[in-house]
């Protein structure tokens, strides 16, 4: 069982930049891959971002490529997503996810998601 906890989320002008982090419990963080996900108003879930368990490897959405940056600490347990150059539409909630084992960027490939963090871009 691994639990998630998103924080970082706030209301930022276009440009700007914010970090998040997901908090997870549990020993074996460095066994999951790691995702970020968002949904904005009126929009379906889709995939930001995702790192492998050694975050060797990582993968991203082509509209958020050059501009977010995923890592993770494993000694801390926690993934980070470092949003930077912030456009209106990138305003959602933003979800961390894990996964056991390999890394995806479908969200039906992951097992364990945190309650999300609300990130507001005005423009």
């Known amino acids: 069982q691994v639990q998630l906890v998103e924080s970082g989320g706030e209301l930022v002008q276009a440009g700007g930049s914010l970090r998040l982090s997901c908090a997870a419990s549990?020993?074996?963080?460095?066994?999951?891959?790691m995702g970020w996900f968002r949904q904005g108003p009126g929009k379906e879930r889709e995939f930001v971002a995702a790192?492998?368990?050694?975050?060797?490897?990582?993968t991203y959405a082509d509209s958020v490529k050059g501009r977010f940056i995923i890592s993770r600490d494993n000694a801390k347990n926690t993934v980070y997503l470092q949003m930077n150059s912030l456009k209106p539409e990138d305003t959602a909630v933003y979800y961390c996810?894990?996964?056991?084992?390999?890394?995806?960027?479908?969200?039906?490939?992951?097992?364990?998601w945190g309650q999300g963090t609300q990130v507001t871009v005005s423009s």
């Open positions: 996810a894990a996964n056991y084992g390999y890394f995806s960027r479908r969200n039906y490939d992951y097992d364990y």
């Open positions: 790192i492998s368990t050694s975050g060797s490897r990582t």
């Open positions: 549990g020993r074996t963080f460095s066994s999951y891959a």
